[in-house]
């Protein structure tokens, strides 16, 4: 393991780098709003890109105060956050960003959850770990988060009539497209909480 000292530091600077990026652009997501605190602020913790800031807060947090910890859970949020975030910086440059349009203080909330945050993650998972929380076991554990994101998504879309992200639109799109794309995105996930596990299991052999 690296440095204890500089592993809490990278670890905290990292979820509070994804608090931060949550908590200042949620107020704006309210101003843009029009129907109400309540809803704005259900759809707001709904998006992927929030949820995927919060769970890389949760697990970099924990470990930030005990690198050490080892439980099941605990590797699983932090392998997940990983996955999440990788997921939310390709998505949003890849699918998203041309459509999008922020001004002011927006234009850094937006940089900060889909671009500063993911990088952040990445390189700090890589430099510090902590190595040996990636298993088998913890990449499927993991891989259980996004996928109970991803059936809210779709439970609130069909209820609500509004799909959480553009290419969620079952109405548009059709069950065909959306699910092709779905799927795409999953087996991604997978993929890449194999590349992780190959990598962790790399960087403890060097390290």
Not at 25 to 51: D, K
Not at 110 to 130: E, M
């Amino acid at each position: 393991m690296a440095d204890l000292r500089m592993t809490r530091a990278v670890l905290a600077g990292t979820a509070g780098l994804a608090l931060l990026s949550v908590g200042a652009q949620y107020p704006l997501s309210l101003q843009g709003g029009e129907r109400g605190f309540a809803f704005e602020t259900v759809e707001y913790f709904g998006y992927f890109t929030i949820v995927s800031n919060l769970v890389v807060a949760l697990g970099a947090g924990l470990l930030a105060v005990d690198p050490s910890r080892r439980e099941p859970w605990v590797a699983a949020v932090r392998l997940a956050g990983v996955i999440m975030i990788v997921i939310t910086g390709l998505g949003y440059h890849l699918l998203l960003a041309a459509d999008n349009e922020t001004t002011g203080l927006g234009v850094w909330t937006d940089i900060g959850l889909h671009t500063v945050v993911p990088i952040v993650t990445v390189v700090g998972w890589l430099a510090v770990g902590p190595r040996g929380l990636v298993t088998w076991e913890e990449v499927h554990r993991s891989l259980r988060i996004p996928a109970v994101w991803l059936v809210y998504a779709l439970v609130r879309g069909q209820v609500t009539g509004e799909p959480v992200y553009p290419f969620m639109d079952v109405q548009t799109l059709g069950v065909g497209s959306v699910a092709v794309t779905l799927l795409v995105i999953s087996a991604f996930a997978l993929v890449l909480g194999l590349l992780l596990l190959g990598t962790d299991r790399a960087l403890a052999r060097w390290g």
